[in-house]
């Protein structure tokens, strides 16, 4: 008589890490981690085997291929899906940031641990654990990454997402300073990236499916709106020109908001491209990983992080991630100076193309082409190949207006393989060049670079040889003790122009101090 049965689908597969270069290998192949979070826990209530196997394949046909199950376990149903779909999963311990240090919550935390072990272990699609997010206590973190060893010593682990041996949290716009008014992350160069991501609004219609059309009845403490009270002037440049949201009345704030939207989705959108772009370009020289935060949100939210709202309709990000996230991708890779080549990359493993072609078009924002050429190469498998040098790719930074640019792969057959788009107006290039501050010797675009050996009056300063890493061959140097120093620089400039004026000190703390003067007019300070 057959009291009890059991059915376990067994998937068989060799996932290995590279300790020094910090990627993961499945089967004996390295893969690049284009991953998103899941922070499902809040609407796991809401979601049944549909839902999750929808939310899935959504993240499939974007392209990614790893998913970050941050600070909890999901249901049995979603790694059962992952399993028979083909996605990878990070699975982090349920904790997150602090908790007592007493030794009873200690024995309940490691209780914790070792059912979420055995309870995820034999599931094929978890490929990692992170044994905490952001977080962790020094001697009781070594108890837990004991026991994850342990209980399953065949997968990486991190000892704490974000502070751990080897991967980062960054997220680039999340600063009231100049630098976070460009979706471009020209000029970061990372290894493992288990969190990034910034902030967007979602449409109307996405607002209103989701609380119906009185969406702005709350007292500024909505649920829905929370996420934009915390994050708009920090995460956002479209609203850097916002008050606090109980200073004005609420048709004005409704105005406001329905006003900003197509900026706020253009701008998020880009920020998502880029991204992926930046790192998958430096793809194991030396990025390996990149995980944005998150996928789709926990609760109905008008302002987010998510690609995908509460109610799975994708916003214009999840494109602009679909397209960034391609197998084979032409990318138009960026630096403080222009265009620094035209490359593409193939992850594919089996796949390669010889006698492939590169077509680049570069156009002004009224149609006139720039640029425009064509180059045979060839495509091996699981590889980055430069294409098009800098000197061919044309001045992007200085196309009148802005500018579009167009990249198409194809194989010898003419089959199209990949396409890519970029699509810079002349603010958007004004904001980048102006908002980001390349490292000497790289000059800046657009800027007139005065040295120290060119100050006409330098008062009260000693001077100093540098050492390198300086425009300047010579740095002026002041006194803790001694008189307030006067530097003086003379320039010629066109006169129909705006202008950010900035100081390079080696002291933050110094270059906070200072009083400005143009043609003896005291000017207004941004720090």
């Keep these: 008589q057959v009291l009890d049965r059991q059915f376990i689908r067994v998937g068989l597969r060799q996932v290995e890490f590279n300790d020094k270069e910090h990627y993961v290998l499945v ?37 990614i291929n790893i998913i970050r199950m941050i600070a909890h376990q999901s249901s049995p149903e979603m790694y059962e899906l992952c399993d028979e779909m083909g996605m990878m999963i990070w699975q982090e311990m349920p904790l997150q940031w602090g908790y007592s240090r007493t030794e009873a919550i200690h024995q309940d935390i490691l209780d914790v641990v070792r059912q979420t072990i055995e309870q995820t272990r034999s599931h094929a699609s978890v490929v990692g654990w992170s044994a905490w997010n952001e977080g962790g206590q ?43 008014r460009t979706s471009l992350w020209t000029g970061y160069t990372l290894n493992f990236v288990s969190e990034t991501g910034s902030y967007g609004l979602s449409s109307e219609e996405a607002v209103k499916e989701m609380v119906g059309d009185d969406y702005f009845h709350f007292d500024s403490v909505d649920p829905i709106w929370d996420n934009f009270d915390s994050y708009r002037w920090s995460d956002d440049p479209v609203f850097r020109d916002s008050p606090k949201p109980a200073v004005w009345p609420m048709e004005k704030i409704k105005q406001y908001y329905l006003a900003k939207i197509k900026s706020s989705e253009r701008f998020y959108a880009q920020y998502h491209k880029f991204q992926y772009e930046n790192a998958r370009a430096q793809r194991f020289a030396p990025t390996t990983a990149l ?24 916003k ?77 790719t044309g001045d992007v930074w200085h196309v009148p207006g802005g500018f579009f640019a167009d990249l198409t792969v194809s194989s010898t057959d003419g089959k199209v393989l990949s396409e890519n788009h970029y699509d ?18 790289v000059r800046p675009a657009n800027a007139v670079v005065l040295t120290a050996e060119q100050a006409t009056t330098a008062r009260n300063v000693g001077k100093k040889t540098s050492e390198g890493g300086t425009y300047s ?18 320039a010629e400039v066109a006169a129909d122009s705006d202008y950010y004026i900035r100081v390079s000190a080696s002291s933050g703390k110094a270059a906070h101090e200072f009083d400005l003067t143009i043609d003896r007019k005291k000017a207004a300070l941004e720090t």
């Design 27 to 63: 089967n004996h192949h390295r893969v690049f981690l284009k991953g998103v979070l899941n922070d499902d826990i809040h609407w796991r209530s809401l979601m049944d085997r549909r839902g999750y196997a929808q939310r899935i394949q959504m993240q499939k046909d974007a392209n």
């Design 138 to 180: 020094p001697e009781f973190s070594d108890r837990i990454t004991a026991m994850i060893r342990t209980l399953d010593g065949t997968r990486p682990m991190t000892r704490a997402s974000g502070h751990g041996e080897f991967d980062v949290h960054i997220y680039p716009n999340m600063t009231d300073g100049l630098q976070g």
């Design 473 to 490: 061959r010579e740095l002026l140097q002041t006194t803790p003790q001694g008189a307030k120093p006067q530097i003086e620089f003379t």
């Design 424 to 441: 810079f107006t002349e603010q958007e290039v004004q904001t980048f060049v102006t908002s980001v501050y390349p490292l000497a010797p």
């Design 316 to 392: 214009p990000a999840y494109f602009a991630l679909q397209n960034a996230n391609r197998t084979v991708l032409p990318i138009l890779f960026f630096d403080f100076e222009g265009a620094k080549d035209v490359r593409v990359l193939n992850d594919y493993w089996f796949k390669s193309w010889n006698g492939a072609k590169l077509t680049y078009r570069l156009r002004t924002r009224d149609g006139k082409v720039v640029k425009e050429l064509t180059r045979t190469f060839d495509l091996p498998s699981d590889s980055t190949v430069s294409v098009i040098p800098r000197e061919d």
């Design 291 to 314: 995980i944005h935060c998150r996928f789709d949100d926990a609760y109905p939210l008008a302002y987010s992080g998510a690609p995908v709202n509460f109610t799975g309709r994708p």
